[in-house]
T-cell receptor, first 115, second 112 residues
Framework: NAGVTQTPKFQVLKTGQSMTLQCAQDMNHEYMSWYRQDPGMGLRLIHYSVGAGITDQGEVPNGYNVSRSTTEDFPLRLLSAAPSQTSVYFC??????????????FGPGTRLTVL | QQQVKQSPQSLIVQKGGISIINCAYENTAFDYFPWYQQFPGKGPALLIAIRPDVSEKKEGRFTISFNKSAKQFSLHIMDSQPGDSATYFCAASSPGTYKYIFGTGTRLKVLA
């Protein structure tokens, strides 16, 4: 299993450009999420999905869109990039066992710089 | 706003020593408290987790202590090794949701 994969690893954008960060998992996990990681602020939830066709907002959703057409893929779209969106972005997937223990698997991250 | 407060921000420990990282939360509805370990350039990885029905959970050198009345939980790393040098995050989530609130992280350095 490849686990959670993210592309690209690095990206530089100019203010106002749009782009899509790709995320895929091959573990048949129902739950997927996107976080951004900024120095001194930990990880903050952007959007999440509990299954194909179902998405919801996290703590910091503004400026980002998501969709989940398949179980495997959960792309994150930046509509009009701003310097404040410079960050490291992590995608994660998880499942819940019968004992209600969540095991969340993170991808390797995408480092985005907006000039 | 739901918060998880983590301390210290950074920690330096001698090899063989005990590393202790603390977290405090506000929302009494939280029922799942994981700890994640992150190495530079990598994504976080689940280290150990606890639910509030127990006060302590141990896995190898890693132990979570949980104090429900104080709304605090902590990670103890026994016999700390240089390979434990990483950033550690605590987190919390509520029942019926998959939404996690993360602490701000602790950068641990274990000196050889």
């Amino acid at each position: 299993n490849a686990g959670v994969t993210q592309t690209p690893k690095f990206q530089v954008l100019k203010t106002g450009q749009s782009m899509t960060l790709q995320c895929a998992q091959d573990m048949n996990h129902e739950y997927m999420s996107w976080y951004r990681q900024d120095p001194g602020m930990g990880l903050r939830l952007i959007h999440y999905s509990v299954g194909a066709g179902i998405t919801d907002q996290g703590e910091v959703p503004n400026g980002y869109n998501v969709s989940r057409s398949t179980t495997e893929d959960f792309p994150l779209r930046l509509l009009s990039a701003a310097p404040s969106q410079t960050s490291v972005y992590f995608c994660a997937s998880s499942y819940r066992t019968s004992g209600y223990t969540d095991t969340q698997y993170f991808g390797p991250g995408t480092r985005l710089t907006v000039l | 706003q739901q918060q998880v407060k983590q301390s210290p921000q950074s920690l330096i420990v001698q090899k063989g020593g005990i590393s202790i990282i603390n977290c405090a939360y506000e929302n009494t509805a939280f029922d799942y408290f994981p700890w994640y370990q992150q190495f530079p350039g990598k994504g976080p990885a689940l280290l150990i987790a606890i639910r509030p029905d127990v006060s302590e959970k141990k896995e190898g050198r890693f132990t979570i202590s949980f104090n429900k009345s104080a709304k605090q939980f902590s990670l103890h790393i026994m016999d700390s090794q240089p390979g434990d040098s990483a950033t550690y995050f605590c987190a919390a989530s509520s029942p019926g949701t998959y939404k996690y609130i993360f602490g701000t992280g602790t950068r641990l350095k274990v000196l050889a």
